[in-house]
């Protein structure tokens, strides 16, 4: 690979913004993670005129001779410059400075502006040499920097079956319902991980402890599926969609128990492994006995002697739901709870 960095001014990357030659979201790129205080610090950064870490560009050129320059690393710091152009974003109201405290872009005078417009970053533009892709790259400088979760390198890594049918799920509405899908979650991908999860229950025929690295051995194993030929995908779909209709079917049931169980992954990770180890159905019943089973839980702990068969239950269900309760013992453990209903 061949880098050749160089010192670039702000007016350079707008010059290629407003000519739509930058892409800042590239197949490898993670979601926007920068709050609004993340960008006033940067703000902050420019016009104190301190330094930044580069920005890696990628220059791809197509067959009309018309260049893009792809962000490999360094997003968050451009769409801040483009929003705080666009005035979409102001400098912190106490940045200390009169002519500069809550303004935006329009607001400053040419002298300020020019701070702005002059403030230099290095670009260190990358050249993938055969054997080598932008993904590698990517994937390398992100851990170095060790700012991104696990979740999003795995994003930058990997484009094959997996990683797409798992972020396909995640936009799933029964997972919003569930609030298995929200912003802050969508953020991160914390959401996508933990679909991941409930997707390994199927793939692996069966639960397993939380551990990052099974994770990426799954998503790299189930990357091409063409090469697996025990593999068929359309089982795996009719199974999938097969345990959504059952956990769907127990929710409209009972809406009590959406309450309990949304946004928690420990009661929907259970859930999910119990209705595919049980031959993809819930038992009939089951519903109120779950619900039951909810309700004992809410007040388990404060419960002295307990000698009744559901309180018991409800105990050891609690007791592997807090700590290490994504450990392989933990979750073994609920699940047990539940084959006992």
């Known amino acids: 690979m061949k880098r050749q960095p160089t010192v670039q001014q702000v007016t350079?990357?707008?010059?290629?913004?407003?000519?739509?030659?930058?892409?800042?979201?590239?197949?490898?790129?993670?979601?926007?993670?920068?709050?609004?205080?993340?960008?006033?610090?940067?703000?902050?950064?420019?016009?104190?005129?301190?330094?930044?870490?580069?920005?890696?560009?990628?220059?791809?050129?197509?067959?009309?001779?018309?260049?893009t320059y792809n962000i490999v690393d360094g997003k968050q710091r451009l769409e801040t410059i483009f929003m705080f152009y666009e005035n979409k974003i102001s400098i912190d109201s106490k940045f200390n400075d009169e002519n500069l405290n809550n303004k935006k872009f329009k607001d400053l005078s040419i002298e300020n502006k020019r701070k702005f417009w002059d403030y230099s970053i290095v670009a260190d533009f990358i050249e993938i040499n055969e054997g080598n892709n932008v993904e590698d790259v990517f994937d390398r400088v992100n851990r170095n920097s060790r700012n991104l979760l696990p979740q999003e390198l795995r994003h930058a890594r990997f484009n094959g079956w997996f990683i797409n049918v798992v972020e396909n799920e995640a936009n799933d509405q029964l997972w919003?319902?569930?609030?298995?899908?929200?912003?802050?979650?969508?953020?991160?991908?914390?959401?996508?991980?933990?679909?991941?999860?409930?997707?390994?229950?199927?793939?692996?025929?069966g639960i397993a402890g939380f551990d990052q690295l099974s994770i990426d051995d799954v998503y790299a194993n189930y990357d091409d599926i063409t090469e697996n030929d025990s593999f068929s995908e359309e089982d795996f779909n009719d199974t999938l969609n097969q345990v959504k209709r059952e956990i769907q079917k127990l929710i409209n049931e009972n809406?009590?128990?959406?309450?309990?169980?949304?946004?928690?992954?420990?009661h929907l990770y259970t859930l999910w492994a119990f209705i595919y180890e049980n031959e993809l159905?819930?038992?009939?019943?089951?519903?109120?006995?779950?619900?039951?089973?909810?309700?004992?839980?809410?007040?388990?702990?404060?419960?002295?002697?307990?000698?009744?068969?559901?309180?018991?239950?409800?105990?050891?269900?609690?007791?592997?739901?807090?700590?290490?309760?994504?450990?392989?013992?933990?979750?073994?453990?609920?699940?047990?709870?539940?084959?006992?209903?």
Do not use: C
Request: hydrophobic share 35%.
């Open 281 to 341: 159905m819930l038992p009939q019943g089951f519903s109120d006995k779950y619900q039951s089973l909810l309700d004992r839980l809410a007040t388990i702990k404060e419960e002295q002697n307990i000698q009744d068969d559901l309180g018991k239950l409800a105990k050891k269900y609690s007791d592997n739901s807090t700590g290490a309760a994504t450990d392989f013992p933990q979750r073994k453990a609920r699940l047990e709870v539940l084959n006992s209903l």
């Open 176 to 205: 919003a319902d569930l609030k298995i899908t929200t912003k802050s979650r969508d953020k991160r991908m914390r959401n996508i991980q933990f679909v991941s999860e409930l997707y390994m229950i199927i793939l692996n025929d």
């Open 12 to 67: 350079w990357f707008l010059d290629l913004y407003n000519n739509k030659q930058i892409e800042l979201n590239p197949p490898y790129q993670r979601k926007s993670v920068w709050s609004t205080k993340d960008r006033k610090f940067f703000l902050d950064t420019i016009f104190r005129n301190y330094p930044v870490p580069p920005i890696f560009i990628h220059r791809d050129v197509d067959d009309a001779g018309k260049t």
């Open 255 to 266: 809406p009590q128990i959406k309450s309990v169980i949304s946004g928690s992954n420990n």
